[in-house]
């Protein structure tokens, strides 16, 4: 069993609190703190987010082996491109030492891409278009740069494997394919002893544009369940609920049954309910009870599985941060905002808005023929899920991500040190529930 570092190394808006898209955060947190300060708010923020005690706690827990989600922008700057940054190598060496130290081993995921490799907020592209697909020479840089960090972690036993691309979204399926097959004989030249994880089409979840089998590859989806969310019926263990499971989790693998080559679940969970909201202790058992049926599904196929994620503010990890922790208290009213105005794709509460968007969509349900209305991909997105995309998760994200950073104006070394801190494993909570399942699941009794 593994778990991922999400949120850490590649930032995401539901995992940290931050509206729409890291870079634009962080430039909106450059501009408000001042180069000195920012650079010292984030190194703190990456030390403190996983430590020693992190990597105990996970060993703790029976996981033996940690995927992490990494930006490319720490190895390549978008403007310099042909120069590989050091900072990447720093980072990462820091938690594959601290991780190697518990006998963990640990799978370098590589979730953000020049131009945005797919449309959701996760790639960091600000963008609704996955337009890495669209130009060779951000292909090819991409290329270029797994080749160098093949070429400096060649050696090391401690990492498991190479998962190239997360969650890819090319919507030709041919150009995915093309760029596998490039990146992964570049890579073999280097360091011909690691094993890739390969994620399909679609975001993890379609092999249908997948015509052969790249050697020494292993085959990676991504198996989250609707009824894991907010807006998914609940789950109540019914047998055509699990049926569903099973029916969803047969299609995803088929592709690996007819090679033969083995399957790895690179990414599912449910998120859970906050303390405030009501009924909470009974969804989040329902989420738990579908969580310990997902997990008998890969039992008897004896899968690899990792689950996202491990550390948060509240959503989904397997640890948490304090909600009287500093910086919890800090941006309080900006978060129940955030809540509020359901910016966010994960978790969306459209109590409050539904009235302002229902009449939008409806008017281009009106006004655009309704055999063109599925076209844009991902086409199971529908027109809703394109206009949430572009007007809430970007637009509206972006303007707000100033009103985020000024949260944090005018503070000093010291008063940004402990929001920082607010993410260290001793100042976190843990949600005993979902790390009971884990440990259970790893044999390891209580």
């Excluded at 081993?105 to 590589?110: E, G, N, R, S």
């Excluded at 790639?123 to 292909?139: I, K």
């Excluded at 991504?222 to 047969?250: V, W």
């Excluded at 027109?383 to 007007?391: Q, Y």
Aim: proline content about 5%.
């Amino acid at each position: 069993g593994l778990a991922a570092t999400g949120g850490h190394t590649n930032m995401e808006n539901f995992i940290t609190g931050y509206p729409g898209h890291e870079h634009e955060m962080r430039a909106a947190m450059l501009e408000v703190l001042g180069k000195e300060k920012y650079d010292y708010f984030f190194d703190r923020f990456l030390d403190y987010f996983f430590t020693a005690a992190d990597a105990k706690f996970f060993a703790s827990v029976g996981l033996n082996c940690i995927r992490i989600p990494m930006n490319h922008r720490y190895f390549m700057d978008d403007l310099n491109p042909s120069v590989i940054k050091p900072e990447g190598f720093k980072l990462v060496d820091r938690i594959v030492e601290l991780c190697a130290a518990e006998n963990i081993y640990t799978i370098l995921d590589m979730h953000s891409f020049p131009g945005g490799q797919n449309q959701g907020w996760h790639s960091d592209s600000g963008l609704h278009r996955a337009t890495f697909w669209e130009y060779r020479d951000l292909q090819d840089r991409a290329t270029n740069m797994w080749v160098e960090i093949a070429k400096y972690y060649a050696g090391n036993t401690w990492i498991a494997g190479y998962n190239p691309m997360n969650e890819p979204a090319d919507p030709q399926h041919h150009n995915l394919q093309a760029w596998y097959r490039r990146v992964e004989k570049a890579i073999r030249e280097v360091d011909p002893h690691h094993i890739l994880f390969l994620d399909g089409n679609t975001y993890s979840m379609d092999f249908t544009g997948f015509k052969e089998v790249l050697p020494n590859c292993v085959y990676a989806i991504h198996d989250y369940a609707t009824m894991g969310f907010p807006a998914g019926q609940p789950y109540k263990g019914t047998s055509e609920q699990k049926d569903i499971l099973r029916t969803q989790y047969e299609r995803k693998v088929e592709f690996m049954r007819e090679h033969k080559v083995p399957i790895w679940n690179g990414e599912f969970g449910p998120v859970y309910a906050s303390p405030d909201e009501t009924n909470h202790e009974q969804i989040n058992q329902q989420r738990y009870n579908l969580l310990g049926e997902q997990l008998s599904v890969y039992k008897q196929d004896q899968i690899h599985w990792s689950i996202w994620l491990y550390k948060d503010i509240g959503f989904q990890g397997m640890v948490y941060t304090n909600p009287h922790s500093p910086y919890m208290r800090l941006l309080q009213p900006f978060f129940a905002k955030k809540k509020r105005l359901g910016l966010e794709k994960w978790g969306r509460d459209d109590t409050h808005v539904k009235h302002i968007y229902e009449p939008l969509i409806q008017h281009l349900k009106e006004e655009i023929p309704e055999r063109f209305q599925r076209r844009r991909y991902p086409h199971h997105w529908g027109l809703e899920g394109h206009v949430h995309r572009v007007v809430r998760e970007m637009l509206v994200s972006e303007l707000l991500t100033y009103e985020y950073a000024s949260y944090f104006e005018g503070k000093t070394m010291e008063e940004l040190d402990e929001p920082a801190a607010s993410f260290k494993l001793e100042n976190c909570l843990k949600r005993d529930g979902l790390n009971d399942i884990l440990q259970g699941d790893a044999g390891i009794s209580k």
